[in-house]
């Protein structure tokens, strides 16, 4: 009997395991027969039926626990499986009964068989797929956003494109592209039109070489294999003569063309054409050139009205001089001195007789005497103004020599001591300075001798210096002041200043008062200042005013360097 029992034992044991198996497994499972009477359910499965034991579910069918149209599927589905005996496999949607909660399952049936291989039901497993489902909806959600957003980026592409394109083959700059080749992938109309092509098919895929002389060319090629590089060209400006020899400039920014990656392939170029700008720039450095030379004029013609001015008021003391030499002469008793001697020529038989005993001979000595302290008084008047006549004289030379010595060819740097210059500008205008009552302060800090065309510094210091006389005499002080400084401006550039007590400067004036023509004195006419600025600048220095306001004075300053600034030479014409 005891062999017999292990068998059932055994059975036992494996249909307890099996149970304790399915029981814990998270799928669903259960069993049917022929009629979908559930025979055996795993406990996920009795749970999601709504009930707690196996005991609730045995017996039942699908009508028993769902909805009856879904009911019906299931019934519908399990036998058409029981009659050809085909498994089953479909997601789909369950509801569990005890939670009411809706969720994805995929469901998995197929014929369960006897022993003789007869169809007596069927076993389902249905697995929770909810998880998986609701990220494949996220992820078709995600996927078709992304779809959506690639089409309206592709959208908004084709638009840019549109429009990038619109505006390159709109634009006045000419605009191209090239490949590491140097030859053309993008060119606009502005650009076909420098080198005659009318269509883009036309220039697409050629070179400089085939589009320019060679010379030109050349240029352009080495241009660009230096972009090619990495090393961008920013605003240079070249130019080129087309077919008909008329020469076009263009300013050019070529940047190399990068792809995603960061490689260089081929570069962009953009031209903008100056052709008209640079006439214009040519014409106005015309004019500006006939300016410097109405203003070199206008300051050589200042200078001179200074020097003429100075020499006027010395002739003034001149002919004061000659006046009252000449007035002396002819009131000279000299005369008296001819008709004595005609009355002793009468007397030469008797002389000595005539002076002793005749009345009128007696009196010829005390005559004379007194002829003669008169004769000595005038010689003496004569003598000084003939002293002050030559005094006149010789600042008149003085003048002249000082102008002569500064009236050479301009533009010519010499060494000169600033001091001595200063001085002699001051020399010009010495007699106008002590016939206004003017006195002059000089203020000389030690400089070094400077590099400088002599001629423009005078012409604008004897300017300055007369602009200061006229504004103390406008200013009405008793005591009437022009203070000259010269001093050190760092280790390369010194400064001279005129300063005076004056009538000052309107600081709204201060702006305008180196324009062409502007002047606020009466009979001025606006040169002086602007020469005298347009002069400095040429010495690489600069004219400054400087003043507190009205009845407060003012000063100028010309500020130079030590040695005179190197010469831009010549554009280099070369592309």
Not at 195 to 202: I, K, L, M, R, S
Not at 480 to 503: H, S, Y
Request: hydrophobic share 40%; net charge negative.
């Amino acid at each position: 009997m005891k062999p017999k029992e292990k068998p059932a034992k055994s059975v036992a044991e494996g249909d307890q395991l099996l149970r304790t198996l399915i029981d814990n497994l998270p799928d669903y499972i259960f069993v049917k027969d022929a009629q979908s009477r559930f025979r055996l359910n795993n406990q996920a499965h009795i749970r999601a039926l709504g009930a707690t034991r196996q005991e609730e579910v045995l017996g039942k069918t699908d009508f028993d626990c769902f909805p009856a149209e879904r009911a019906n599927q299931y019934f519908t589905d399990e036998q058409a499986l029981l009659k050809s005996g085909q498994t089953l496999n479909r997601e789909e949607i369950a509801v569990d009964q005890t939670t009411g909660a809706t969720h994805w399952v995929e469901v998995t049936k197929a014929p369960l068989r006897n022993s003789a291989g007869q169809i007596v039901g069927l076993v389902g497993i249905a697995r929770d797929i909810t998880a998986r489902k609701q990220a494949e909806a996220a992820l078709r959600q995600t996927h078709d956003e992304l779809e959506r957003r690639v089409a309206e980026r592709t959208a908004e592409l084709s638009q840019e494109r549109l429009l990038l394109r619109t505006l390159i083959d709109n634009l006045p700059d000419c605009i191209y592209a090239k490949d590491p080749a140097g030859r053309k992938t993008l060119t606009n109309p502005a650009d076909l039109k420098i080198f005659g092509c009318t269509t883009e098919a036309e220039a697409i895929g050629k070179s400089d070489f085939d589009l320019f002389p060679p010379e030109i060319a050349a240029k352009f090629v080495a241009d660009d294999q230096q972009v090619i590089q990495g090393q961008p060209i920013i605003n240079r400006e070249e130019f080129f003569f087309d077919k008909a020899g008329q020469k076009h400039w263009l300013l050019t920014c070529k940047l190399p063309l990068r792809d995603q990656d960061g490689k260089i392939v081929g570069l962009i170029g953009i031209g903008r054409n100056i052709t008209e700008r640079k006439q214009s720039e040519e014409k106005l450095e015309a004019l500006h050139k006939q300016m410097l030379a109405l203003a070199r004029q206008a300051g050589m013609a200042e200078t001179a009205t200074s020097v003429l001015h100075n020499v006027g008021n010395v002739l003034n003391s001149v002919n004061v001089s000659a006046t009252l030499l000449r007035d002396g002469i002819q009131k000279s008793k000299i005369s008296s001195l001819a008709k004595l001697t005609v009355l002793l020529d009468g007397h030469t038989a008797d002389l000595g007789a005539f002076l002793t005993t005749d009345p009128r001979g007696q009196q010829v000595p005390d005559y004379l005497h007194q002829l003669t302290d008169r004769l000595a008084a005038e010689q003496a008047g004569w003598m000084k103004e003939v002293e002050t006549l030559y005094l006149n004289i010789e600042h008149i030379n003085k003048i002249i020599a000082l102008q002569q010595a500064y009236a050479g060819v301009s533009g010519i740097a010499e060494t000169v001591a600033l001091s001595e210059l200063v001085d002699d500008a001051l020399r010009i205008h010495e007699q106008a300075y002590v016939r206004h009552d003017v006195r002059v302060v000089r203020d000389y800090a030690p400089v070094q001798s400077i590099s400088v065309d002599k001629h423009k510094v005078l012409q604008i210091v004897v300017n300055l210096l007369h602009n200061a006389k006229y504004a103390c005499d406008a200013g009405g002080h008793a005591d009437k002041v022009v203070t000259v400084r010269i001093g050190p401006v760092g280790p390369e550039r010194v400064r001279i200043e005129v300063a005076d007590n004056g009538v000052g400067i309107d600081p709204e004036y201060l702006t305008r008062i180196f324009s062409l023509g502007y002047t606020t004195r009466k009979g001025g006419h606006g040169f002086g200042l602007h020469s005298g600025a347009i002069a400095a600048k040429e010495m690489g220095g600069m004219l400054t005013a400087h003043s507190a306001g009205t009845g407060k004075g003012a000063s100028f300053v010309l500020e130079l360097p030590l040695r005179p600034p190197i010469a831009h030479g010549a554009a280099d014409d070369r592309l």
